[in-house]
């Protein structure tokens, strides 16, 4: 079956620190790969995503490169901002099923100023 | 654009009573789906639609009805509440295009409290 695996959290940081959650992924076929955010009270939106290998997907200074040796599709940023304080998700969907998709538990992301 | 819209936003049952959860995209999406979200277990697929008339289960199915008659429309049938069906519920809708699939579009979830 397809899974993904996120980074333990809670993780903590200052602003301007440099942010990395660490996404893995195993899955049966060719699979898409997305990181959608979650702010407090909220639903969950995209936040990027990449659709092949060596991709790189970004949005609002976070990046994520799809790393198909390695199965890997890790988030970063170079400086986080306290407005970045969120829960993270990475998550999976395979081409030829693309009603279903697969969610890592979230990372809970707390910038501090 | 109202995107995808779910209601109720808050409900309350008791053990054993029936609900629907109504959900509705206005963006004509082929793909819907329901997630349950429980603390430290992320989102979990109850049960997906690939398009009108066509529904399948997800990883926990148990408990939950689905149907999907319109491309807009995919509610969420509670049959008989249990405690362990406590949970924030999102609804969501995607698209395949160009060979890749698309990201998911979610609702602003619902939260249901079964006592």
């Known amino acids: 079956g397809n899974s993904v695996t996120q980074m333990e959290g809670p993780v903590t940081l200052s602003e301007e620190a440099f942010l990395t959650i660490n996404c893995t992924y195993t899955?049966?076929?060719?699979?898409?790969l997305f990181w959608y955010v979650q702010y407090p009270g909220e639903g969950l939106q995209l936040l990027l995503k990449a659709t092949k290998a060596d991709d790189k997907g970004s949005n609002k200074g976070f990046e994520a490169t799809y790393r198909k040796e390695t199965t890997s599709f890790h988030l970063e940023k170079g400086s986080v901002q306290v407005s970045d304080s969120a829960v993270y998700f990475c998550a999976l969907t395979i081409n030829t099923n693309a009603g279903k998709s697969t969610f890592g538990d979230g990372t809970t992301l707390t910038v501090k100023p | 654009n109202a995107g995808v819209t779910q209601t109720p936003k808050f409900q309350v049952l008791k053990t054993g009573q029936s609900m629907t959860l109504q959900c509705a995209q206005d963006m004509n999406h082929e793909y819907m789906s329901w997630y349950r979200q429980d603390p430290g277990m992320g989102l979990r697929l109850i049960h997906y639609?690939?398009?009108?008339?066509?529904?399948d289960q997800g990883e926990v199915p148990n408990g939950y009805n689905v149907s999907r008659s319109t491309t807009e429309d995919f509610p969420l049938r509670l049959l008989s509440a249990a405690p362990s069906q406590t949970s924030v519920y999102f609804c969501?809708?995607?698209?395949?295009?160009?060979?890749?699939?698309?990201?998911?579009?979610f609702g602003e979830g619902s939260r249901l409290t079964v006592l």
């Open positions: 969501a809708s995607s698209y395949f295009f160009g060979g890749n699939t698309g990201e998911l579009f």
């Open positions: 639609s690939v398009g009108a008339g066509i529904t």
């Open positions: 899955a049966t076929g060719y699979p898409s």
